[in-house]
């Protein structure tokens, strides 16, 4: 048998993360945001998975776009960050997709384009993350330039929150768009996984987009006050491994690299193949959560490059071969990756996406 390691994709997770937050939108349609290899779930596979209830996807890049076309998927396609050179803009219109407008840049390219057929724009304010978008006070110059281009078929005011997840929210950004969206009769597209499931009534209603991503992969938004349980989301990635050798130590032993964990009574310690050249944190410290044969546990010591312990002293039924949940799983064994990126200082956007090609990524 090869190395234990693998990711398995649960494809009515995803679909049913998906009504979730389908519940939340009202009457705006979902962009279901597949970027990033679809948050480290596989472009098509999660794309495919979605066909049936997704409105549209959102991409960052013309190869995941015709990589989606190629897949033979109609849907609209969103390029979140537009095009990044002018020469993009033939394709766009050729493949049928809408480009985020975010900078002027942008805009005079479009305007200096000959387009096979007209095409959807989003224009994208900066409504104060200062990230990307055009500043407020250029934005009714910039729908009037839209509004005389044969080559553009229709706008969608845009913006995207800082701080949906946190303390100061949204109130103020929201008010800046809204100073300039109010009476326009443009369709908007405001609201991310936080929005949407905190400001529900911030997604808009008929003709306007949510863009939820990391919602439906099944990890909460803002995981420092609710869950993703909570929210009914469920694990679309289970990270999984076994147990590849066990060792009996003695109270004053040390467990890895450093000898960060030292024992104080007779421990078992079960070796897990998996470290952080699989993509798993290196700073997650003793104490992080995973699951051995259905019990859930701790990691013991510095995370290796192929290997982590885990502490098996009240699990003595789990021996060589014990199946590990690193996150994700079901039942008792569920292992949330949004306590594991707790545990490490980080995000589960993060722990997904920095999955390594070398862990091989199966449909469930
Ligand atoms: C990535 C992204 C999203 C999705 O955000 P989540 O927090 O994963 O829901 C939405 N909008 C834009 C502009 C993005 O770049």
Redesign the pocket.
């Not at 863009?211 to 919602?215: H, K, L, N, S």
């Given at each position: 048998m090869s190395r234990p390691i693998r990711a398995l994709i649960h494809p009515e997770a995803l679909g049913h993360n998906h009504s979730i937050l389908r519940r939340h939108a009202g009457e705006a349609s979902l962009w279901a945001?597949v970027?990033a290899n679809a948050?480290g779930h596989g472009l098509l596979r999660a794309a495919q998975s979605l066909a049936g209830v997704a409105d549209g996807y959102?991409v960052l890049e013309m190869a995941e776009a015709q990589a989606l076309r190629n897949a033979g998927l109609d849907h609209p396609i969103l390029l979140?960050e537009g095009y990044f050179s002018a020469d993009e803009l033939p394709a766009i219109a050729e493949l049928g997709l809408t480009p985020v407008i975010h900078s002027r840049r942008q805009l005079q390219w479009l305007e200096e384009s000959r387009l096979a057929r007209p095409i959807p724009v989003y224009l994208k304010l900066n409504s104060g993350m200062n990230r990307l978008g055009l500043p407020v006070v250029d934005v009714p110059q910039a729908l009037l330039r839209l509004s005389r281009l044969p080559q553009v078929a229709g706008v969608t005011l845009m913006s995207?929150f800082a701080e949906a997840d946190g303390e100061r929210g949204i109130e103020a950004p929201l008010a800046r768009f809204q100073a300039l969206h109010e009476g326009s009769g443009l369709a908007k597209s405001l609201a991310?996984?936080?929005t949407l499931l905190r400001y529900p009534g911030v997604a808009g209603g008929k003709g306007d987009w949510a863009?939820?991503?990391?919602?439906l992969y099944g990890a909460s938004?803002m995981p420092g006050w609710v869950s993703a349980a909570e929210l009914g989301l469920l694990p679309a990635m289970s990270l999984l491994s076994e147990i590849i050798a066990v060792q009996d130590i003695r109270p004053g032993e040390r467990v890895g690299y450093g000898g960060l964990f030292q024992a104080e009574k007779p421990m078992r310690v079960g070796v897990v193949a998996c470290g952080y050249a699989d993509g798993y944190p290196r700073h997650a410290p003793t104490g992080t959560p995973l699951s051995v044969a259905g019990r859930r546990t701790r990691t013991l010591g510095r995370v290796s490059m192929d290997m982590l312990a885990a502490d098996l002293t009240d699990i003595p039924e789990a021996g060589i071969g014990a199946p590990v949940v690193l996150w994700g799983g079901a039942g008792e064994a569920r292992v949330p990756a949004d306590e594991v990126a707790t545990a490490a200082g980080t995000i589960a956007?993060e722990l997904f996406c920095a999955l390594a090609p070398r862990v091989p990524v199966l449909t469930a």
């Open positions: 945001v970027k948050y959102a979140l995207h991310n996984s936080a863009r939820p991503g990391i919602a938004p956007y």
